[in-house]
């Protein structure tokens, strides 16, 4: 069974609207990791956060943790074609550094 | 600071060849290192992680093995290559001490 869902699986959205996607887990999370990946390439680093009910933000992209821990958002405030790719999540869900993945989601940004 | 490099890019093999993928990181010291494979529909699965050399912990039984003879240099490989190999391979690092892991180029691999 897959340990995080991600949603939608695909997005597309014209260029300067916003988008949230989400990451959801049934287990309580240690920690919870958001990367992007453009097809082909490995996947960057984008935030990590680890606190129930935290936020971060880098650039026009905002990242968020649920209270409980178990579920997660990722909001893109005037998305630009650079936002394109897949986004995954990564969560460490036994304390191990060892990180399990959703299947991502796949966002086009239409110029 | 610190760079992950993985070589080759691309390869393919016909199906029963050996494989031997290279990853090495520059940059820091006593990383914990990582072999993910990334199949089309079956999202990012982990292979392997080390936490030092000569440490290796198998995360699922497969076709497949990994190395580390160096702290920064992580090597995975085959006997004999299966169709069921063929996906994208990535490396990756992570600081012992934090969560997150930095990851490399990753190789596509193709078996025939």
């Known amino acids: 069974s897959q340990e995080l869902e991600q949603s939608p699986q695909s997005l597309i959205v014209q260029e300067g609207k916003n988008l949230t996607i989400n990451c959801t887990s049934s287990k309580t999370l240690y920690g919870l990791y958001w990367y992007k990946q453009k097809y082909g390439e490995g996947l960057i680093f984008l935030m990590m956060l680890q606190k129930g009910g935290e936020e971060k933000s880098h650039e026009k992209i905002t990242a968020k943790l649920d209270e409980k821990k178990q579920q997660s958002s990722l909001h893109i405030t005037a998305s630009q074609p650079s936002h394109a790719g897949i986004y995954l999540c990564g969560a460490d869900i036994n304390g191990n550094n060892r990180l399990a993945f959703g299947k991502g989601n796949q966002v086009v940004v239409i110029p | 600071s610190q760079t992950i490099h993985q070589w080759p890019a691309t390869l393919v093999q016909p199906v029963g060849s050996p494989l031997s993928l290279e990853c090495t990181v520059e940059g820091t010291s006593n990383p914990n290192l990582y072999w993910y494979r990334q199949a089309a529909g079956r999202g990012l699965q982990l292979l392997f992680y080390?936490?030092?050399?000569?440490?290796i912990s198998s995360e699922v039984p497969q076709n497949l093995s990994a190395s580390r003879p160096q702290d920064r240099q992580f090597i995975l490989s085959s006997k004999k290559l299966l169709l069921s190999d063929s996906g994208f391979y990535l490396c990756?690092?992570?600081?012992?001490?934090?969560?997150?892991?930095?990851f490399g180029p990753g190789t596509r691999l193709t078996v025939l």
């Open positions: 990756a690092w992570g600081a012992a001490a934090r969560g997150e892991q930095f």
């Open positions: 080390s936490v030092g050399i000569g440490q």
